[in-house]
């Protein structure tokens, strides 16, 4: 386990390089972060001739906890760490590295949530896969005392698009209704553009109208704002590297009403945010948007295209069933992965803080939703 000491550039190039590579792994997430109170910490493995085979971006952030002499701290690698998880000696080697960092930094807890699959298709339907290399790594974690996290911060499942086929083969994978949709939209005059950095107030001024329609907590502008431009002023002619993200937008006479935030890296394209109003729903704009940044994806050489989260258990009761349905007529398939796992050195503060700081976020959104109302004046 070794400090990384190279250029931003050649992390991104590392990391592009390792298996299971992903946005949340690159060196500008990790610089968003930092500017929101987490320490960037870059690790990466060797094998016997110095060859990377590993790496991870540790975020860390540390906590002043009153009674104690010295701050507690907890540790995150989203996504990651990146590497050929069907390697036995090279997974004992990574943990075994990680769980004595852990205990170093005297940390809580470190997570983990590397994007290791566990199966594909939707549960119980004749298309699902299980994969027997993604229960083997959950067991060895649980061997280990690792715990499956109460606190999953990214999406567990999520829908995937194969971009190799034609334009044509893709449009028939999609639904009836959803083929149907996107051509009515472009039949009621949607367009859809290519968005600049003088369209980013608007961006988050419709995922706030989106927010509080649908009723879900999103962070200040100034957040998003960061994410925005740490990625964006990058020429996407190369989709490798750097990452980079841009914002389609569809719009009816002239009027925005939709758009997706679209980010790229090593191959994949990523609908990270999304983002509609009232206006204009009845001719579907969202669906052409999807249509367009699926196309954008494949003209700039992405191998897939992440949908960017499915619901943990595939039944209406499930709170994004209503948005999954939308994106299971996209024509993807399932990717169900084993999700967030914590390693705690302290199992005491660990129970303290999964018990206690729950409760107080659950106040915090509520706060949050009530601001957010009232600065959209709803």
Not at 23 to 38: D, I, N, P
Not at 152 to 175: C, G, H, W, Y
Not at 192 to 211: C, H, K, Q
Not at 279 to 295: D, S, V
Request: contains cysteine; positive net charge; glycine residues 8%.
């Amino acid at each position: 386990m070794i400090p990384f000491t190279g250029t931003p550039q050649s992390w991104n190039e590392l990391i592009a390089s390792l298996p299971l590579a992903h946005l949340l792994q690159t060196w500008e997430w990790s610089q968003v972060k930092a500017k929101y109170g987490w320490q960037a910490m870059p690790f990466v493995w060797q094998d016997a001739m110095g060859k990377p085979v590993a790496a991870a971006m540790v975020l860390k952030r540390s906590l002043p906890v009153g009674g104690f002499a010295k701050k507690m701290c907890v540790l995150y690698i989203p996504k990651g760490p990146l590497m050929n998880w069907e390697n036995a000696a090279l997974l004992g080697h990574v943990l075994d590295d990680l769980q004595a960092f852990a205990k170093r930094q005297g940390a809580i807890f470190i997570k983990l949530d590397p994007d290791v699959v566990l199966g594909t298709g939707v549960p119980g339907t004749e298309e699902a896969i299980e994969f027997t290399g993604g229960q083997a790594v959950q067991s060895e974690l649980e061997q280990r005392g690792w715990k499956f996290s109460q606190d999953q911060i990214q999406f567990r499942n999520t829908v995937l698009v194969d971009l190799a086929p034609s334009e044509d083969e893709l449009l028939r994978r999609m639904k009836q209704k959803t083929r149907y949709n996107i051509r009515l939209a472009q039949k009621k005059g949607v367009t859809v553009r290519a968005g600049t950095v003088d369209d980013l107030p608007l961006l988050y001024r419709m995922y706030a109208e989106t927010s509080v329609r649908d009723g879900f907590l999103i962070r200040e502008e100034g957040y998003y704002q960061t994410v925005w431009h740490s990625f964006m002023g990058v020429s996407p002619s190369v989709v490798t590297l750097p990452p980079f993200t841009e914002p389609l937008i569809a719009e009816v006479d002239g009027e925005p009403v939709g758009a997706v935030s679209m980010f790229y890296f090593a191959g994949q394209a990523i609908y990270l945010f999304g983002m509609s109003r009232e206006t204009a729903r009845e001719k579907m704009p969202n669906y052409l948007l999807q249509w367009e940044a699926i196309r954008r994806a494949k003209a700039l050489g992405c191998r897939i295209y992440n949908l960017w989260g499915a619901p943990d258990e595939f039944n209406e009761s499930d709170g994004l069933w209503g948005v999954f349905r939308f994106k299971e007529g996209l024509g993807g398939t399932v990717s169900r992965t084993i999700g967030a796992w914590d390693f705690t050195p302290n199992p005491l503060l660990y129970k303290l803080y999964t018990e206690v700081l729950p409760r107080v976020m659950d106040i915090m959104r509520a706060r949050g939703k009530t601001r957010m109302r009232q600065s959209l004046g709803a």
